[in-house]
């Protein structure tokens, strides 16, 4: 697994091995820094924060004609107590605001006895713009290229810049999640039953994290099946498109969920809810009038459904060469008003119907982490259950 997927905790001198020997030159999410420990450290850092997010791998050099790492190595890091902590605490204390890192363990340097690499992986940071406080002038480091140019904090130009460069595309994102929920309700059949639907998307999706002609490709591998039934797939612009449709009483087939995968990152799926057509038959009934039973959703189906896309979403970002950092677990309802929820694990049911017709609920991960455990995925489930009923204590 590559270096920029791996989580960081379990990368070994194998993968640093594999990564240099492609001889990536340093750039704009590069940077290698060889034999001694830096003093330019926490710029860099805060460079990549504020910027496109970035790898640093201590212990490498780079030549000084192609920028491209000298390996097999030569010369290396001595190893010493503390590396990595010491590489967390100039995060922590020499830039403001602290930046949130993911650092590797200290790896042995195979081919040079006593020497060591380490490797530092930086999202693009929600609090940018990140500064330092350089001989009584505080300043503002951009990444250009394979260099972290600096900008005085006086300079609000550039630091608005920065500010609305994000604002830019959290608003690109949700601009993507209210046409994801417009086309997948314009393509679904029209009811009054509850529609659970799901997004994971880079939290700045600034760059496409596959070409969008492979995205129909792995959707078909990888369906997202939110109802079973019969999905088509479809090329749009940006990546692939399905519905899935279910035979109705008299015959008609009839579109009863959608997914889409975008080359941007975004996974979305919208579905309405099976449980509840236990009550209520207005999505298979040929005609007359809709009519509303008890409105029932489970919990076991949002579990499932969320664990379902996050492990689709590691493997589409696993093949990417541009993986994001963070990336926003959104989950949501509508047709939400009058709901109630029982989970059939549990066999507990709130007592108090859902008083809004939609709800959200939104989760920043490291995209990096989806397959280990995630306490917070648990803690999105008790918000879920919170949101209908708190006194229900569903676990």
Known sequence: MSLWHKPA?????SDVDVFCQTMQPEGARL??????????LAKTIAAFANTLGGLIILGVE???????PIWPPKQGLPAEAGLSERV??????????????????VIPNDPLPGHVLVVIRVNESREAPHAIDKNRKVYVYDRVENKSEPYELADMDRIQYLLARRQRLVDQRESDLR?????GQRGMHSSICPIRWISISPVYPW???HDQYDCKGFHQQHPLILFAGSPTYQTIVGGSFSLIRRQQEGGAWIPVACSSVSANGTLFGMTYTQETLYDNKTLFRP?????????????RNFREMIGQFLGACQEFYSLSKNPPGEIMLSVGMKNALGVLMHDSESGQKTDSEFPD???????VLQSQALGLRMPEIQEMYNDIIFAFNANAQMR
Not at 31 to 40: C, H, L, T
Not at 88 to 105: C, R
Request: no cysteine; net charge negative.
């Open 287 to 299: 005609d007359g009038p809709e009519e509303r039973g008890e409105m029932w959703v489970n919990m």
């Open 9 to 13: 905790s379990l990368i070994e001198f």
């Open 88 to 105: 967390i605490q100039i995060a922590q204390d020499s830039i403001y605001p602290p930046v949130g890192i993911a650092v590797s363990n």
């Open 207 to 209: 760059r496409n994290v």
């Open 62 to 68: 780079a030549d000084t004609t192609f920028n491209k």
């Open 179 to 183: 046409e994801n929920l417009a086309r």
């Open 31 to 40: 940077d290698y820094k060889g034999v001694s420990f830096p003093k330019d």
């Open 357 to 363: 017709p939609e709800y959200r609920i939104d989760l």
